[in-house]
């Protein structure tokens, strides 16, 4: 095709850059059509639709992939990079410097807004359905792309969310209504991918704007007003002129079959109309999505297509493919998009679902029901969809500050940041084995229940006994769910009859929380539920002169093992829990948050003489470690049991009922090829992860390593997932031998003392 | 500039009938705010006490959160849910944290969050950390 301007010959808007190269164009084109007048290409070949419908004009335009050039006008200093042929766009030059953070990029704005009903298309049919559905003072929004409102996608709510030349838009709606038309049915014949095709309606626009179709045939429903030879038969193939573009069309007479070569410069097709209804077919079955027009209209399906033509062009899917996929077993529709990946490209099947569904349509004898389409209908920019979202916020504890300014490592664990060490985690270790040491445990899950039927609502929730926890005493508790899996763990703290402290572990608490209010209101129990996790922070005091320290800052009477009472420590109020998760001596002071940097600062000043440290979540590992106590989401998988972590003794199967209890019972006459088990080994402890190995065989990993400074040796907790369990193992290259736990202190006297 | 401050008062679940009829004794010199919560959960701003009739009633000090009084316009953006003039009191997410609002004029929010989130709110909205 030519480049002639049939106006004057001469450029009215300015010059783009395409492939380096300046490029006059008019005022009003659209890249694309700016490029058609130069006599250039847009993209590297193919049908143009000029519609924004297929993926054949697709370039980077100022740095941004993937834009149909036919969407976007052209604009003086406009820098335009036509897609390769076959791979994608290369990363433009400024992207390596962003992706190092030497580059800020602005963030769309964006602008949310709630509304009646949702309008998608600004035509004959979405101003009717706009008219009609604000008759009765509905709030009516009418997004536009011919208006440079271009939706991107429909999103569950229902929520729009559009494209506009200002940022970002997002309408919420009841309703949404789909009126984007018709897209013109491109071919899939041999030779479709040539330059010098161009749609029925392309050439309308084209000759409209004064661009000429040289030589131009029309195969189907001819363009009215431009200039072309109609050719009579159907279309056969387009034929290759040695240089990527047509030099002429092979029709076939549809009785006879008799093949007519037809020599030409410029091929117009019109071959019928597929509903446009890709935003309709992303909505899914619970958005309210209606839709009208022509989008709506039930359009003849193209004839089958040849067996060698490709049928998606975005990801190169022939109709052999299809057929192979088929003859594979996935042969429906869903699954054959799946199984080809035929409509997942850039157009989302705008230009190949009508021929997909003819080819199925021929082998099932009925056409099948279109296939769901997936957002982003158009390409956005990372930036856009960035425009706005935030990465999950990190919580910090009252002692932020505290562990920084004494030179904490901090790191994210359990949706907090927390002190991963202070430099030496061996000396904070030894602080805790030896001396005494302080840690940050705010990050735990705190609740209070209270109600008359509180005692019932534990003994439903938990495996073992509630009720005989006397007030002032606790319980160690795992948490399972129907299943019978270990949802999480944490203590029972009983404060009076009526009323207890719960407390989980960091990461479950929000789950944990939730778990709780849903089984309590579902058994409609007269139970209150309060979360203090982010209204109390907690300091642990632990180590062998951990009740020394406490009595110097005014605890005269520390609680014996497993017991709580509230008291002023350093002036302080706190909730005093003795518990053990180092195998030291521990004591848990719960407090209130404006109270949190004195008392820790106390406990270190008072403490100093005693070589207090505080510890990290290095040494707390380690600790832990040595004594064997798990920890739920790090030792234990979604579908561990108390069985498989050795634990059956957390679970009171002479309890009548509790949540988890069938299973168990049921699982428990079971055979089971899973288990966690203690390993100790010489030398330095493994990385975590690392297989364990009987003989050749892999038959589970370390879930957790350390080489202990007390025991002189590596010890771990791994899990072995083939019977019968192995005795000793290969971790690392060397044996390991299975080990009872607690590696450290069996007896539990330390804890105790 | 806004500027996160602490703030102090009671946390209370009880019978939504029992929070409903409370009676709330405040901090000397100032009025007591209601975050109701849940039907039955409130947290009372500058509150010092309170009588309820419910002897189940789980009452504590509140002291994990923080607040400020800022321009509407400084959160409209970063809101999830549109910022109507018929809610007075609302909860969700400002610039992906966790927060409630409460309405005070057509200009002005006091935006509360818990203490632990203060840091990210604070300067995901531009405010001093």
Not at chain 1, 45 to 66: E, H, K, R, S
Not at chain 1, 313 to 328: H, I, N, P, Q
Not at chain 1, 482 to 508: A, N
Request: glycine share 12%.
């Amino acid at each position: 095709m030519s480049g002639a301007n049939l106006r004057d010959g001469t450029s009215s808007g300015g010059r783009l850059v395409v492939d380096g190269r300046p490029l006059a164009f008019d005022e009003g084109d659209s890249v694309a059509v700016a490029m058609l007048r130069a006599g250039e290409w847009p993209g590297r070949g193919g049908t143009l639709c000029l519609a924004g419908d297929c993926g054949n004009c697709l370039a980077t335009v100022d740095g941004v992939a993937y834009m149909r050039s036919c969407q976007v006008a052209a604009a003086p200093a406009m820098s335009v990079d036509r897609h390769p042929a076959d791979a994608m766009p290369p990363l433009p030059a400024w992207a390596d410097a962003q992706l190092d953070g030497d580059v800020a990029v602005g963030e769309p704005a964006v602008e949310r807004e709630v509304a009646d009903v949702v309008v998608i298309g600004g035509g004959r049919s979405g101003r009717a359905a706009a008219a009609t559905a604000s008759v009765d003072g509905r709030e009516v929004v009418v997004l536009d792309a011919g208006t440079g409102e271009e939706v991107v996608g429909v999103y569950p709510g229902p929520t729009i969310v559009a494209r506009t030349p200002a940022g970002m838009r997002h309408v919420t709606a009841t309703e949404v209504i789909v009126a984007t038309g018709a897209a013109e049915i491109q071919p899939v014949c041999p030779g479709a991918e040539l330059r010098g095709i161009v749609t029925a309606r392309a050439a309308q626009r084209l000759h409209a704007s004064g661009v000429a179709l040289p030589d131009a045939v029309a195969i189907g429903t001819p363009p009215e007003g431009v200039p072309c030879r109609p050719l009579d038969g159907v279309l056969v193939r387009f034929v290759d002129d040695g240089d990527g573009h047509i030099g002429g069309v092979v029709t076939a007479d549809p009785v006879t079959g008799v093949e007519t070569t037809t020599a030409c410069r410029t091929a117009i097709v019109g071959l019928g109309w597929s509903p446009r209804d890709v935003l309709a077919r992303m909505a899914g079955p619970t958005v309210p999505v209606s839709v009208v027009g022509s989008a709506a209209a039930d359009h003849a399906l193209p004839p089958p297509a040849d067996r060698a033509a490709i049928v998606c062009r975005c990801m190169g899917v022939s109709v052999a493919d299809l057929e192979e996929a088929s003859g594979a077993g996935y042969g429906e529709l869903e699954l054959l998009k799946r199984a080809t990946l035929a409509g997942i490209g850039t157009c989302q099947g705008g230009a190949c679902l009508p021929h997909v569904r003819a080819w199925s349509a021929a082998q099932a004898g009925k056409a099948p029901e279109p296939f769901t389409a997936r957002p982003a209908a158009r390409q956005p920019t990372l930036g856009e969809v960035a425009a706005d979202v935030t990465v999950d916020a990190f919580r910090r504890t009252p002692l932020h500050d505290e562990h920084l300014a004494l030179g904490a490592t901090m790191d994210r664990f359990g949706g907090w940041w927390r002190p991963w060490h202070y430099g030496d985690a061996m000396a904070e270790y030894r602080a805790v084995r030896e001396g005494v040491s302080i840690g940050d445990v705010s990050t735990l899950g705190k609740l209070v229940l209270s109600g008359p039927d509180v005692v019932e609502a534990l003994e439903r929730l938990y495996p073992c006994h509630v009720a005989d926890i006397k007030p002032g005493r606790s319980r160690y508790a795992l948490l399972l769910n129907e299943r019978g899996h270990v949802m999480d763990d944490g203590m029972i703290l009983r404060e009076s009859e009526t009323r207890f402290v719960l407390t989980f572990t960091s990461g479950g608490a929000a789950n944990a929380e939730m778990w709780l209010r849903d089984w309590i209101e579902t058994w409609g129990l007269r139970v209150h539920v309060l979360d203090q996790t982010m209204s109390l922070a907690a300091v642990n005091v632990t180590g062998p002169l951990a009740g020394e320290l406490l009595r110097r800052l005014g605890l005269d009477e520390t609680p014996r093992y497993l017991g709580h009472r509230r008291a002023a420590v350093a002036g302080v109020p706190c909730h005093v829990m003795r518990l053990s998760f180092t195998g030291e001596a521990a004591f848990e002071l719960h407090h209130p948050l404006d109270g949190s940097v004195e008392l820790w600062r106390a406990l270190m000043d008072r403490g100093a003489d005693l070589g207090i440290r505080p510890h990290g979540l290095q040494a707390l590992f380690g600790l832990r470690l040595e004594k064997g106590h798990v920890i739920v989401g790090m030792d234990t998988e979604l579908d561990t049991t108390p069985r498989r972590l050795g634990m059956d003794w957390a679970v009171r199967m002479e309890k009548p009922t509790f949540i988890g209890r069938a299973a168990l019972e049921r699982t428990g006459k079971l055979p089971d090829h899973r288990r966690l088990f203690g390993f100790t080994m010489d030398g330095l402890a493994p990385t975590e992860g690392s297989p364990i190995r009987v003989g050749d065989e892999i038959v589970g990993h370390v879930s957790g390593s350390w080489t202990s400074p007390v025991l002189g040796k590596a010890v771990m907790l791994g899990w072995q997932k083939r019977s019968p369990f192995a005795d000793r193992v290969e971790i690392d290259g060397r044996e390991a031998l299975v080990t009872s736990t607690p590696f450290y202190d069996p007896e539990g006297h330390r804890a105790r003392a | 500039m806004p500027a996160l401050d602490g703030v102090t008062g009671l946390r209370v679940v009880a019978d939504a009938r029992a929070i409903d009829d409370a009676r709330w004794v405040a901090a000397g010199g100032s009025d007591v705010t209601l975050l109701r919560i849940a039907p039955d959960e409130v947290i009372a701003i500058d509150a010092v006490a309170v009588e309820l009739d419910d002897g189940h009633a789980i009452v504590v000090d509140e002291r994990g959160l923080v607040a400020a009084t800022c321009p509407i316009d400084d959160v409209r953006r970063r809101t999830e849910w549109p910022l109507t003039a018929e809610a007075e009191v609302s909860q969700g997410a400002v610039a992906g944290v966790p927060v409630k609002l409460v309405r005070l004029d057509a200009d002005h929010v006091r935006i509360f969050t818990a203490a632990a989130y203060a840091h990210d709110l604070a300067d995901r909205l531009g405010w001093p950390t």
